[in-house]
């Protein structure tokens, strides 16, 4: 059987147009190289084999094919990659997120570089003890009193600038991350829509792909996230993928925040007498379950960080609370109102009841916040702290020496308890102590938190770097490939005028 006079010509065609086509897929590539978030791109092809199908019976001889065909175009891409990116992303997040929030927090506590309320209790039981050589002094009195008024202002710029922290914390989270996630939510969910009506169309939108990837990974870093494909049936045994999006939640459940061309939306809020702040998912995609909160069941991404930070309460929330299984900002407030409390409280005993020594300017209690020195003593210009201590019949006789009394509760050790029902037990020891073995917790943390983060960031760097290796151009290898196709093209063009040849040769020559 002969073969068709101008089978070849398609065989070479067919190779011309292909590798055109590879070689315009290179120029995209190039073009592209400092794209943020462009995923390179290749040339799917296929050889095209001899169809029999239009011939009633079978052919004898050599079946050689018709050459190549390309299908389309995609992308070097590694779905598994993105999976292991984007989970690392959230761990990254949240640990960034606390890292920051408990630096700041660190250096209000710093009892290291700076002098703090360490200096200043020292500095009041120095003066106490210069007191104990002329009790009846005013003006040595008025030196204590000075030293502890000092001390009470330390307490409150403490617990203002700890305040200052969590408000700018909820700031953050209010708008800056639920604002970033909503909008990343509504782009994502515009893109799919987008992608979906060029896919029907035909157009892969690679580029398309790019940026709706590239706002998934960013918002993996604020939620813990999981991508799935759903494919769609279009018609005509055809479907095109459409993409799918779900947080995942601490008790293993998942909540749809994409799903094609739906979003979900969230806020963020303080309810009033409340000092927690609750993430609620007021929009769900299909409406019929508004203002879930979520805010137990988000652990991971920078706004379960936000959340850890500003709800965290350690051994003051109850132990079936998922809040007590992290130390906070409001866990440290906490500790140091429970210093200021007892220390207040201590002091106003030794003195006595009818000449308390601190009040508070407000609130049931005392509090880091609002600790002052009583007014009676404050107004006083003679002796207020008592020389004597009060025995139990009521008079002084025989009474040890009520500084010396004060002075030994600096020294002594003393249970330190959270203040609510449970009554939960802090530490053992003195004022100093207590202050010191909040500030090394709180040291040891921050230090945890930066172990933590690193690792994460390493491993998410690692997964990042092997993602890149894939999808990234590579000018070296783009240039390779622009020599391999353009060789490829004009083999296939010496093909066309070889065959050219030989056909002119079969018509003009074989009949002479």
Same mark, same amino acid.
């Given at each position: ?5 101008? #089978? ?12 055109? !086509? ?10 592209? =190289? ?27 001889? =050599? ?17 598994? #990659? ?8 959230? /761990? ?29 209790? +020292? ?7 210069? #007191?104990?050589?002329? *009790?009846?002094? *005013?003006?040595? %009195? ?13 307490? !409150? ?42 896919? @029907? +169309?035909?157009? *892969?939108?690679? %580029?398309?792909?790019? /940026? ?7 918002l993996s870093g604020y939620l813990n996230i999981e991508v799935s494909i759903e494919p769609l049936d279009i018609g005509g ?8 999006? /779900? ?9 749809? @925040? ?9 806020? +963020? ?14 929009? !769900? ?17 920078? @706004? ?51 000449? *308390? ?32 201590? @009060? ?27 959270? +203040? ?52 990234? =151009? ?20 010496? #093909? ?17």
């Amino acid at each position: 059987m002969l073969r068709s006079t101008f #089978l070849g010509f398609k065989t070479a065609t067919s190779a011309l147009t292909v590798s055109q !086509n590879q070689m315009d897929v290179v120029g995209q590539n190039i073009s592209n =190289v400092n794209t943020q978030g462009y995923t390179r791109q290749r040339l799917d092809i296929n050889s095209v084999s001899f169809s029999t199908s239009n011939l009633k019976y079978g052919i004898n001889g =050599v079946i050689i094919g018709q050459g190549v065909a390309a299908s389309g175009v995609s992308q070097y891409r590694d779905s598994f #990659l993105d999976l292991r990116y984007r989970t690392e992303a959230a /761990k990254v997040g949240s640990q960034e997120v606390q890292l920051e929030a408990f630096s700041d927090l660190e250096e209000v506590l710093d009892e290291i570089t700076t002098d703090g309320l360490d200096a200043q209790f +020292s500095d009041l039981l120095e003066q106490l003890h210069s #007191l104990t050589s002329s *009790p009846s002094d *005013p003006v040595l %009195e008025g030196v204590v009193r000075t030293s502890a008024e000092l001390l009470t202002q330390m307490f !409150n710029n403490y617990s203002e600038q700890i305040s200052t922290i969590r408000e700018q914390q909820l700031t953050y989270l209010h708008d800056g991350a639920v604002e970033q996630v909503n909008q990343l939510l509504k782009n994502i969910s515009e893109l799919n829509d987008q992608i979906k009506a060029d896919n @029907i +169309s035909g157009n *892969p939108a690679l %580029e398309l792909n790019d /940026k709706r990837n590239t706002l998934i990974d960013e918002l993996s870093g604020y939620l813990n996230i999981e991508v799935s494909i759903e494919p769609l049936d279009i018609g005509g045994g055809k479907s095109i993928d459409e993409t799918v999006i /779900k947080l995942k939640l601490s008790d293993g459940s998942k909540v749809n @925040i994409v799903d094609r061309d739906k979003y979900a939306e969230f806020s +963020s809020s303080v309810e009033d007498g409340s000092s927690d702040v609750n993430v609620l998912l007021t929009k !769900n995609i299909d409406e019929s379950n508004t203002n879930t909160n979520l805010t137990d069941l988000i652990d991971k991404g920078q @706004i379960g960080g936000y959340i850890k930070f500003l709800n965290g309460k350690g051994e003051f929330a109850d132990s079936t609370d998922v809040d007590s299984q992290t130390k906070g900002v409001q866990y440290y407030q906490k500790m140091l109102d429970t210093l200021a409390n007892k220390f207040a409280t201590v002091m106003n005993e030794v003195n006595g009841s009818d000449k *308390p020594l601190f009040d508070k300017r407000n609130g049931d209690a005392i509090t880091a916040s609002n600790i002052k020195i009583a007014d009676s003593w404050a107004k006083s210009s003679g002796s207020y702290i008592k020389n004597t201590a @009060i025995n139990t019949e009521g008079d002084s006789t025989g009474a040890t020496d009520n500084i010396l009394t004060m002075i030994s509760k600096f020294q002594s050790d003393m249970e330190f308890k959270t +203040s609510d029902s449970a009554d939960t037990s802090l530490f053992v020891g003195t004022f100093q102590e207590f202050l010191s073995f909040t500030t090394t917790r709180l040291n040891l943390q921050v230090a945890d938190i930066q172990t933590s983060y690193d690792t994460y960031s390493e491993t998410q760097y690692q997964i990042e770097y092997a993602r890149s290796s894939m999808s990234s =151009v590579d000018l070296n290898e783009e240039g390779v490939n622009l020599l391999t196709y353009s060789k490829s093209y004009n083999a296939a063009a010496r #093909l066309m005028t070889t065959l050219d040849e030989m056909l002119d040769t079969l018509i003009n020559e074989m009949a002479r």
